[in-house]
Nanobody, 116 residues
Framework: QVQPVESGGGLVQAGGSLRLSCAATESFFAIRTMGWYRQAPGKQRELVATITRGNSLNYADSVKGRFTISRDSAKSTVFLQMNGLKPEDTAVYYC??????????WGQGTQVTVSS
């Protein structure tokens, strides 16, 4: 297993935007679902958004209408466009890849910090 490569985190003011990217090494046909999770200090890791090979989308209620997940299937890359960021969105964001054979692979995480 090779970790997916994440990029795009950083520091932004409240109301700003960031775009996260995650590139998996598995081919499109080997991936069942890709997505983003986040973990804030002292809290459990939680789902942010996922996208399946069939393009089914799932969002946490807290990000609906602000975040958009999309993908480039040819490159097994998933993006998370985050608009209207709030201080409570501050967390380490992890890319997750679930393969068709049941493998669950996590990225190393990228820090997103939203200042008020």
């Amino acid at each position: 297993q090779v970790q997916p490569v994440e990029s795009g985190g950083g520091l932004v003011q409240a109301g700003g935007s960031l775009r996260l990217s995650c590139a998996a090494t598995e081919s499109f046909f080997a991936i069942r679902t890709m997505g983003w999770y986040r973990q804030a200090p002292g809290k459990q890791r939680e789902l942010v958004a996922t996208i399946t090979r069939g393009n089914s989308l799932n969002y946490a209620d807290s990000v609906k209408g602000r975040f958009t997940i999309s993908r480039d299937s040819a490159k097994s890359t998933v993006f998370l466009q985050m608009n209207g960021l709030k201080p409570e969105d501050t967390a380490v964001y992890y890319c997750n890849v679930q393969t068709v054979i049941g493998t669950n692979i996590w990225g190393q995480g990228t820090q997103v910090t939203v200042s008020s």
